[in-house]
């Protein structure tokens, strides 16, 4: 790293940078001014970021969230009878609350608990949905689930489902992931069980296409980072020095995003800076993709058994059911 790039004054960068929490500021500078610059996805999410992932969602290219919602539309009765009816039905990164509200005319959950970073997020759509399903019970939890997290109590303990649609588990690094199913194993009894959406291992023209699409709305998606990194950080990040780049890594299965440097740019903030030669890239997200053998062995490592799976007809996606009796 060039010597120009230095931590100093961080407790000055914490005392500029008024409004972010320490920890937030230290990982970013971390992130930064590590050899291999990197950056957490979960900073992608500010008001524009959340906007233009929904937008992916809909692009021709992304198939995930079609396909899931597919695989819905097709098996919701055999998952119905697979996983029972009542209990609790836990969303996790429940958002508009949209994909776990189709679930409930037919596993008819006695409790549903939206998760989200922030309660505020999920306030509207849970009235909406109780005005809908005035009989099921609804609490809304602000948890951080990249952080330790433990359900409160009125999180009813019989027959828990918890929910983690989308293949966001494909955000975390496969021991990450592993740590987070068995924290949910922690919290499950013996009747409990998982429900997952899970991005299938394919063709690596279809995986790069997806996070490269023509209109450019994953790489708005992905530069939109630097801004929110400018308003949390204080940083001057100018977006148009910088190139989206995604591909597939074949060999560590995993779609690898990245921004390039266009030209030499030098990033300065409150009490830090870097600079970054020509071509040079900061990682800001990986998306696993697994088979359907390879996720059931990590299920497995984390105590739930039983898994049973739902596909789409190219099996591109996967939506795994697993037990943790
Ligand atoms: C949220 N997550 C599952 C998306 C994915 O496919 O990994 C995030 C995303 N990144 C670029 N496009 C979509």
């Known amino acids: 790293m060039p010597e120009s790039n230095s931590l100093a004054n961080t407790a000055n960068s914490v005392a500029n940078a008024r409004t972010t929490a320490p920890h937030i500021i230290r990982e970013l500078e971390n992130g930064l001014l590590a050899d291999a610059a990197h950056t957490s996805p979960k900073y992608f999410y500010d008001a524009v970021g959340s906007v233009l992932f929904e937008a992916i969602c809909v692009l021709p290219e992304y198939y995930p969230t079609r396909t899931e919602a597919e695989i819905f539309t097709q098996h919701m009765g055999d998952m119905a009878r697979v996983i029972g009816v009542g209990g609790s039905l836990i969303d996790l990164g429940a958002g508009n609350c949209a994909k776990a509200a189709r679930l409930f005319p037919v596993l008819h959950p006695d409790q549903y608990v939206p998760i989200d970073i922030s309660v505020s997020h999920l306030q509207d759509a849970v009235r909406r949905l109780q005005q809908r399903f005035p009989h099921i019970e609804m609490t809304a939890l602000g948890l951080d689930l990249a952080q330790d997290w433990k359900l409160p109590a009125e999180v009813r303990r019989d027959k828990r489902l918890f929910f983690y649609p989308g293949s966001s ?87 690898e995003m990245h921004l390039r ?65």
């Open 169 to 255: 588990i494909g955000n975390f690094e496969p021991e990450e992931a592993l740590a987070f199913l068995c924290h949910l194993r922690a919290a499950c009894d013996s009747d409990a069980g998982i429900l997952i959406g899970v991005d299938l291992i394919k063709d690596k023209s279809l995986l790069d296409a997806a996070y490269a699409d023509s209109l450019g709305v994953t790489a708005a998606f992905n530069l939109n980072l630097l801004r929110h990194i400018n308003h949390l950080l204080h940083t001057d990040f100018d977006v148009r020095q910088w190139q989206h780049e995604a591909f597939f890594n074949t060999e560590k299965s995993r779609i």
């Open 261 to 325: 440097a266009r030209e030499n740019i030098q990033v300065s903030w409150p009490g830090g800076q870097r600079n970054f030669i020509k071509g040079e890239h900061i990682h800001t997200e990986n998306s696993y993709k697994y088979s359907i053998q390879g996720f059931n062995a990590l299920l497995a490592d984390a105590g739930f058994s039983h898994s049973c799976h739902w596909t789409d007809k190219n099996e591109w996606f996967a939506v795994i059911h697993a037990k943790a009796a």
